[in-house]
């Protein structure tokens, strides 16, 4: 009897325990101290960190602008089934303006509190996240006096308290902002859930431990020196040195020599060494991984090898080819025929690592919250090898001698076409090498 009660209180204190997400109009922005507060004098390093990180442009950012403000905020007049999204993009890019429901905030250019993006004061508020999967900016924020953070200190703050936080340890804590679900209940970010089912996770391998590495100084000017300080790094795609090497490529022919006219086949291995993730990964609707490789004759002359096709559902959209999509970009742009640009833009045949994401009529968008079903998913998992081959007829104008045939892998941030059509910053599509290798072959006469 008496135990029965113990469980029924334990239940009870559990049920008013679980609590709801923080939500627009539920804080001030002075309610969140200011990231320069922070790094003035104590957190000098961390904030001169973050300050070069996406973190503190989440809001600023060319692209964001120009997606929220030219893309979303008019999708989101015009189609009251994404309409949510004008106040919920900034859930996570400008999380305080989000909660002190300014929205749309004012423009970057005006300089308000929303330019702040993911600032200190946003991930050191956050208490814990509602339900069982983070995503959707599902944090409890409790902002004030008392910092949540990984570790309470030998030295005590005179500006603040820390209560210890195991959550900011763990992945789940990156996972409030990096799983996405659009208006139409689909995955559109899905980092952490990739993550979790992943080889990294399984050993223990946090976020973590590859975006905040640690490292033997101070988290602050005049505080204690820890080996396992958290250095609040946050490279990711916008830092080429992290995206370089991702990949491993090794090329190989299955003859050494041939005639022209005699067909060689050559096999490429694709080896995920580096991330926790698939690559790529994030705003996967944006992201283009390709491989592309080019035989060179003894005369320097050039021959573009084109993928061999495995016929799985979807390929097409895995084979850079000549058609237009991105035609859902005329609902915000008021132009009922916009008739789309070059899916790609990259050499047709080339093999396209991405998951593509379709609207509603099938449409394959970049608009992630416009987003109703998914593709397939021709990604390389964290630790996968992809196996892919090309045959090649060596071509009778090819010069005998050593023919070198060269395998590039190559990333951008963001789809060429769509950037140059949206007028983007040419950095957000300029490719980056993530890796190459290359083979020989003998041509005979
Ligand atoms: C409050 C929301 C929020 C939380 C929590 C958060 N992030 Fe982010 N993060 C963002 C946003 C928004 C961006 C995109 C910035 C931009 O617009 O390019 C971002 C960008 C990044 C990038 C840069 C990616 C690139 O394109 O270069 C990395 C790396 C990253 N986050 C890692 C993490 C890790 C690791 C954690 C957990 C320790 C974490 N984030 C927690 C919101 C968040
Ligand atoms: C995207 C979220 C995010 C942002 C933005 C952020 N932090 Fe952190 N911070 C974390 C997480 C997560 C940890 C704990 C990491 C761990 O335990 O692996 C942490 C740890 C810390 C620590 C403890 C480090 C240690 O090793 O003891 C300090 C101090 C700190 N942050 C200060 C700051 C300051 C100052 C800023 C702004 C310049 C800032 N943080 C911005 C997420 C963030
Ligand atoms: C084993 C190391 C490792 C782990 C663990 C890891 N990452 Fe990464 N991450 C990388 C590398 C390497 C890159 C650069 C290549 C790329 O862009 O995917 C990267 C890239 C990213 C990017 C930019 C991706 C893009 O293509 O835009 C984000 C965002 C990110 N990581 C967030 C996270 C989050 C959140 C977690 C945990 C759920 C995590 N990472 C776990 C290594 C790691
Ligand atoms: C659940 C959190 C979340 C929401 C909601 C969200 N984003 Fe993001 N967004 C992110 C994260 C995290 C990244 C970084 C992913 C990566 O690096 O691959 C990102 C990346 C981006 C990027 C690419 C930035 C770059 O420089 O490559 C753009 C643009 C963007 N978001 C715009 C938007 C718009 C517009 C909306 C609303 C329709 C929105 N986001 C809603 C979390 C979110």
Redesign the pocket.
């Known amino acids: 009897m008496g135990s029965k009660i113990i469980v029924f209180l334990f239940l009870l204190a559990g049920f008013s325990f679980a609590q709801k997400a923080s939500t627009e109009g539920d804080f001030k922005y002075s309610d969140f101290q200011k990231p320069k507060f922070c790094g003035a004098a104590c957190h000098t390093d961390f904030y001169r960190q973050w300050e070069q990180s996406m973190m503190s442009q989440a809001y600023t950012h060319h692209w964001d602008e120009i997606e929220y403000f030219k893309l979303a905020v008019p999708h989101a007049d015009r189609d009251p089934k994404v309409a949510e999204v004008k106040a919920g993009c900034n859930g996570c890019h400008a999380p305080i303006a989000f909660l002190a429901g300014d929205v749309p905030p004012p423009r970057p250019e005006e300089n308000s509190r929303a330019n702040e993006s993911v600032s200190c004061d946003v991930c050191h508020s956050i208490a814990g996240y509602e339900g069982d999967t983070p995503y959707n900016f599902n944090y409890i924020m409790k902002p004030g006096r008392t910092k949540y953070s990984s570790r309470k200190g030998e030295i005590t703050s005179p500006s603040h308290d820390i209560v210890k936080s195991e959550l900011h340890s763990k992945?789940e804590f990156?996972?409030i902002c990096?799983n996405e679900k659009s208006p139409y209940d689909v995955w559109v970010k899905s980092?952490?859930l990739?993550?979790?089912e992943g080889p990294?996770?399984a050993e223990g391998?946090?976020?973590q431990?590859?975006?905040m590495t640690k490292a033997d100084t101070k988290s602050a000017a005049m505080g204690a020196t820890y080996k396992d300080t958290k250095l609040h790094l946050f490279?990711?795609?916008?830092?080429p040195g992290?995206?370089k090497g991702?990949v491993e490529l090794r090329i190989h022919p299955d003859i050494r020599g041939a005639e022209p006219g005699e067909t060689v086949k050559f096999t490429v291995a694709l080896f995920n060494q580096?991330?926790?993730?698939?690559?790529?990964?994030?705003?996967?609707e944006d992201?283009i991984v390709w491989l592309h490789v080019e035989a060179t004759d003894a005369s320097g002359k050039t021959f573009h090898l084109k993928v061999d096709p495995k016929g799985f559902d979807g390929e097409e959209y895995t084979i850079a080819a000549e058609v237009l999509a991105y035609q859902d970009m005329g609902v915000p742009l008021d132009d009922p025929n916009f008739e789309g640009v070059q899916r790609d833009g990259v050499p047709i045949g080339d093999r396209i690592f991405r998951m593509p994401y379709f609207t509603k009529d099938g449409i394959m968008t970049i608009q992630q919250w416009n987003t109703a079903s998914l593709g397939v998913d021709y990604r390389i998992g964290?630790r996968e090898t992809k196996v892919e081959t090309f045959t090649f007829p060596v071509p009778f104008e090819a010069a005998p001698g050593k023919m070198k045939v060269k395998a590039d892998l190559y990333?951008s941030?963001l789809v060429k076409p769509v950037a140059d059509f949206l007028e983007v910053p040419a950095e957000e599509s300029e490719p980056v090498l993530v890796n190459s290798h290359f083979t020989e072959v003998e041509i005979f006469d």
């Open positions: 992945g990156c996972g990096h980092t952490h990739e993550w979790k990294y996770a391998v946090q976020c431990d590859c975006h490279h990711g795609a916008h830092d992290k995206v991702t580096k991330t926790g993730h698939k690559f790529p990964t994030g705003s996967v992201r964290p990333y941030k």
